[in-house]
């Protein structure tokens, strides 16, 4: 049966002022910073699994460290059902992948066309930025991946593209297609 009082002490190593003792910790413990885990969002590490023989321990001090560094730095991170507003991790490296051919498109033109190099540096810089945000989008909707790495990543995403596109769930293109020129027959 599980005692209630573990989530306290595991509350108190996430949040407490003061770093966690050099200790090993029992598996009551450990068990307990993994339901916390789950409930705040965090990954909780692998390394948190080394049992110290012949003492019935974890010896995890670098995994409550990691863990604490988690939760400090996440705590304005959007929360993870968030991810899954966003499109598929594929339509994601699909719009990379057609961005980067744009791109090279764009480098290729600016050795071509010397009238027009100020307007083509622009649109490889807006470029390279929806390159960045298409970029944060796949690491936040990379399924495989932990929650603390896909919160990070959403984080990312949020401040590259404003609260307000952000929570009204507008996606940006992949290309600058405000720059692209209509041809008319």
């Not at 599980?2 to 200790?23: I, K, M, Q, S, Y």
Request: with cysteine.
């Amino acid at each position: 049966m599980f005692d209630p009082l573990w989530n306290v002490v595991a509350l108190a190593l996430l949040f407490g002022p003061a770093d966690p003792p050099e200790a090993s910790y029992p598996p009551e413990l450990m068990q307990a910073l993994r339901r916390q885990c789950e409930r705040l969002e965090i990954t909780y590490p692998e390394c948190a699994e080394s049992w110290v023989e012949g003492h019935g321990y974890y010896y995890a001090h670098a995994a409550v460290l990691q863990m604490r560094a988690d939760v400090s730095n996440l705590k304005d991170a959007p929360r993870l059902y968030e991810c899954y507003r966003w499109p598929p991790r594929s339509v994601c490296l699909d719009a990379k992948h057609f961005n980067e051919v744009h791109r090279q498109w764009v480098d290729g033109q600016l050795g071509f066309f010397l009238h027009r190099v100020e307007e083509l540096r622009a649109d490889r810089e807006e470029t390279m930025f929806l390159w960045h945000v298409w970029d944060a989008l796949e690491g936040a909707t990379h399924v495989e991946m932990g929650p603390s790495y896909r919160r990070r990543w959403m984080m990312r995403y949020k401040e590259l593209v404003g609260d307000e596109r952000f929570y009204s769930g507008e996606l940006l293109p992949s290309i600058p297609v405000w720059r692209c020129r209509v041809v008319k027959p």
